[in-house]
T-cell receptor, first 117, second 112 residues
Framework: GAGVSQSPRYKVAKRGQDVALRCDPISGHVSLFWYQQALGQGPEFLTYFQNEAQLDKSGLPSDRFFAERPEGSVSTLKIQRTQQEDSAVYLC???????????????FGPGTRLTVT | QKEVEQDPGPLSVPEGAIVSLNCTYSNSAFQYFMWYRQYSRKGPELLMYTYSSGNKEDGRFTAQVDKSSKYISLFIRDSQPSDSATYLCALCMNTGFQKLVFGTGTRLLVSP
């Protein structure tokens, strides 16, 4: 079946521009996560949704970062007034959620590589 | 100090070698342990998942967890050039929030 998809795959933004990154999770997956991966580092947690509810946004680095999942399926990560330090790969992951047999198995999309110039 | 420590490598081995990849962690609240493989410019791919101390085997891969030492390992037998990738350990606490805490990743190079 289809995996997690993300778009765009690559995004170049000028400093100060707003960007929106999209994630389509695996159908039926209740939980959705956003991670940020800097070059040569492991992914770092940004935020977590269970259905449409954002239950944890403790990893968002500043109030310029905003995520939503209004209908409990597709999610968008928005970054306002982009800065050079926002350059990274933004990964989306989904899972069946807490009630499944393996709640901690997360499946990742290919990521969006954001470059801020 | 990071919550999860992992040697970034690179680790270079010849084809057919046994590879050992390791992570250490400091917080005993971590109860679930995963290994992901990430090829260049791709998303992480789940390889192994375990929640108890001991060994879990899947084909050429064996995941080992020692909770008393806070040490986890991934062994790859008969390594192949196609195994060349970055291997990430990922840990999760036993809470309703399922965020993963990743190591830095170890880059593995298997030469023919």
């Amino acid at each position: 079946g289809a995996g997690v998809s993300q778009s765009p795959r690559y995004k170049v933004a000028k400093r100060g521009q707003d960007v929106a990154l999209r994630c389509d999770p695996i159908s039926g997956h209740v939980s959705l996560f956003w991670y940020q991966q800097a070059l040569g580092q492991g992914p770092e947690f940004l935020t977590y949704f269970q259905n449409e509810a954002q239950l944890d946004k403790s990893g968002l680095p500043s109030d310029r970062f905003f995520a939503e999942r209004p209908e409990g399926s597709v999610s968008t990560l928005k970054i306002q007034r982009t800065q050079q330090e926002d350059s990274a790969v933004y990964l989306c992951a989904s899972s069946l959620g807490w009630t499944s047999e393996h709640p901690y198995e997360q499946y990742f999309g290919p990521g969006t590589r954001l470059t801020v110039t | 100090q990071k919550e999860v420590e992992q040697d970034p490598g690179p680790l270079s081995v010849p084809e057919g070698a046994i590879v050992s990849l390791n992570c250490t962690y400091s917080n005993s609240a971590f109860q679930y342990f995963m290994w992901y493989r990430q090829y260049s410019r791709k998303g992480p791919e789940l390889l192994m998942y375990t929640y108890s101390s001991g060994n879990k085997e899947d084909g050429r891969f064996t995941a080992q967890v020692d909770k008393s030492s806070k040490y986890i390992s991934l062994f790859i037998r008969d390594s192949q050039p196609s195994d060349s990738a970055t291997y990430l350990c990922a840990l999760c606490m036993n809470t309703g929030f399922q965020k993963l805490v990743f190591g830095t990743g170890t880059r593995l190079l298997v030469s023919p």
